[in-house]
């Protein structure tokens, strides 16, 4: 009786070993709506495997692409809720809950990319850091997204004078109504499946959007003039539930970190490939690229300017914008 109880308390053991081995090795799940083969998807496949390295399988990354876990507002919800593990959402998307994020937004902000990261991964970017963990996420890299800028149907936009009378569609923003109206043309709001549709009806004269976008929507069939004014540069960001990131040890914590830099780094060499090749149909195809060097930015940027105040009522945040544009 004596061995058999010892072996039963052996194998229990045992089984309880294997049960906690089994609670070590976890999975994450990720919310994503590109497709496979996007450069963000491929991006989020290094960080899967890169984590998987470094920590011998122990966490693996599953990447729930094509919106199979919700569009972008419903998995930051989810992350900030606790019940997913990790989301790829625009930067953008946070600004609801994150008064920070409301200033990354504003047009003519950064000067080029580089001028972005820098300011995110200075005291402004720790900022970010705080006010997401204290809505239950923590932000574990971002993504590049290139910059937004305008095309139009009729002629390059290349000073203030060129926006008088366009009919420019706007994602529904206050902000960037306003900045239309401010510029001299006429703002109109449309889902961003109807922007085509729209240039061939003529109901609208321009849009805005980044280099790839551009190419792959077939704007630059409908609108062949596209000016590099780089009006917005919003990244996307990667986020983790503080309630994920809690229940991971310390090492695993790094390892995540780690994997989620190796992916960035790959997405940013990704995203610049992309922008090359989407230049070069547009370009071959008969599209005309006006470079920012060309365009006439003191006027278009001196009206933007003036809605900060309009819409930054704080004194401290107007210094805080300020200080971003005083950033070298």
Not at 63 to 82: L, T, Y
Not at 99 to 116: D, I, N, T
Request: charged share 25%.
């Amino acid at each position: 009786m004596v061995r058999r109880s010892i072996a039963g308390l052996w194998t229990c053991g045992l089984l309880a070993g294997l049960g906690m081995a089994q609670v070590a090795a976890k999975d994450l799940v990720l919310a994503e709506i590109h497709p496979p083969g996007h450069v963000i998807v491929q991006s989020e496949e290094v960080l899967h495997s890169k984590l998987a390295e470094l920590t011998k399988g122990e966490l693996q990354v599953q990447v729930k692409h094509s919106g199979q876990a919700g569009n972008e507002a419903q998995a930051w919800d989810k992350v900030k809720a606790g019940t997913l593990d990790i989301a790829r959402v625009n930067l953008a998307m946070l600004a609801k809950d994150m008064p920070a994020v409301k200033l990354v937004s504003l047009p003519y902000l950064f000067r080029s990319r580089e001028h972005m990261w820098r300011v995110l991964e200075g005291e402004f970017g720790k900022r970010i850091q705080s006010e997401a963990e204290k809505v239950g996420a923590v932000v574990l890299t971002y993504y590049d997204s290139g910059t937004r800028s305008f095309y139009s149907t009729k002629q390059p936009i290349r000073s203030l004078a060129d926006f008088n009378g366009l009919r420019v569609r706007v994602q529904d923003s206050p902000v960037y109504k306003d900045l239309i109206l401010q510029l001299g043309g006429t703002p109109v709001v449309l889902p961003y499946d109807k922007v085509g549709e729209a240039f061939q009806k003529g109901e609208i004269d321009a849009a805005e959007n980044n280099v790839p976008s551009y190419v792959s929507s077939g704007h630059y069939k409908l609108a062949k003039h596209y000016s590099f004014d780089e009006h917005s540069a919003v990244p996307e960001v990667l986020v983790v539930s503080r309630k994920t990131w809690q229940g991971l040890s310390v090492a695993q914590q790094q390892a995540l970190s780690s994997a989620a830099a190796s992916s960035s780094a790959q997405m940013k060499t990704l995203w610049a490939d992309s922008e090359l090749q989407s230049l070069a149909k547009a370009k071959k195809e008969g599209a005309v690229i006006t470079d920012k060097s060309r365009m006439s930015m003191s006027g278009i940027e001196g009206f933007a300017v003036k809605l900060y105040s309009k819409y930054i009522t704080d004194r401290d945040e107007l210094e805080t914008v300020l200080s971003i544009l005083r950033t070298k």
